[in-house]
């Protein structure tokens, strides 16, 4: 049958696929452009090979189609959605993609990928790490100067702080400088209730991921609850940057840099969004 012919060239095109997705973080995270290139050119990306997308079903969860055939995960598991917006931005990455597949524009599913393969085995772990970036809080540790740099600190990180105070008792204590403020048990347990109505794994995955790009789970959690928005948290994470961009100035590379994290960012807010508040 001419059918049969057509399976090994797709299931290898998948196992292709598998790889990239594989190393896509080493790719991504490099500073080097010259290195992010030459990983680039080893690892030479799939045309795409199939013509339509679509959104089928398995149980009470979404699935992704190409061409019919229902899309897996690197490890080979179902990629499934809890929501109709959260499979259309998957399915939306998909339909993107042009002559070849490039999962370095895919981030959305990049974070589907690793939310089923690896979150939903190590939920418990995952959901402490984003606890233990509390008791190391980027708004815990102000600059003893310049006068400019404290005010735009304070304007930026007092009130989320504030708020995670009035909110859920969650009482952090400000360090000036590098040196190393304990938290106290009473704070980090206020944020740990309060991250723990997240039991998604995918929005987990989301948070998680938002943590380590802004190197703070409190601006997490404040747009986990609605307190703020991606672009505000974002604002936040990169007050000393922008104070630092005002003084001296910008760089091309570090300008590139940033557009890419927040692409990433954006991805996760949105995939969060779409899986804990899908109505508006």
């Known amino acids: 049958m001419p059918s049969s012919t057509k399976f090994p060239t797709f299931y290898g095109t998948f196992d292709t696929m598998r790889d990239l997705f594989n190393d896509i973080h080493e790719q991504l995270s490099d500073p080097d452009p010259v290195r992010r290139a030459q990983i680039q050119m080893k690892n030479p990306l799939p045309k795409r090979f199939y013509k339509e997308v679509g959104i089928g079903a398995d149980g009470e969860r979404l699935t992704i189609e190409l061409d019919g055939r229902t899309v897996r995960t690197p490890a080979r598991r179902l990629l499934t959605l809890p929501t109709r917006p959260a499979a259309e931005l998957v399915a939306s990455e998909w339909r993107a993609q042009a002559d070849v597949i490039d999962p370095g524009t895919m981030p959305v599913t990049r974070l589907v990928n690793s939310a089923i393969d690896g979150v939903e085995a190590e939920f418990g772990a995952v959901f402490e790490e984003i606890v233990k970036y509390a008791g190391t809080d980027l708004l815990c540790y102000r600059a003893e100067g310049p006068p400019s740099l404290v005010d735009a600190q304070d304007r930026k990180w007092n009130p989320v702080l504030d708020w995670a105070r009035d909110t859920f008792g969650a009482r952090f204590?400000?360090?000036?400088?590098?040196?190393?403020?304990?938290?106290?048990?009473?704070?980090?347990?206020?944020?740990?209730?309060?991250?723990?109505k997240c039991r998604d794994p995918l929005a987990l995955a989301a948070l998680h991921t938002i943590t380590t790009l802004t190197g703070s789970a409190i601006l997490a959690l404040a747009l986990a609850e609605g307190r703020l928005n991606a672009e505000d948290a974002w604002i936040a994470a990169h007050a000393d940057e922008d104070w630092n961009i005002e003084q001296w100035g910008s760089d091309l590379e570090a300008e590139a840099r940033r557009a890419h994290r927040w692409q990433d960012m954006k991805a996760s807010s949105d995939l969060f969004e779409a899986v804990i508040r899908p109505v508006r």
Do not use: D, R, S
Request: charged share 10%.
């Open 173 to 196: 204590i400000l360090a000036q400088g590098i040196i190393h403020q304990e938290q106290p048990a009473t704070a980090i347990g206020a944020f740990a209730k309060a991250l723990g």
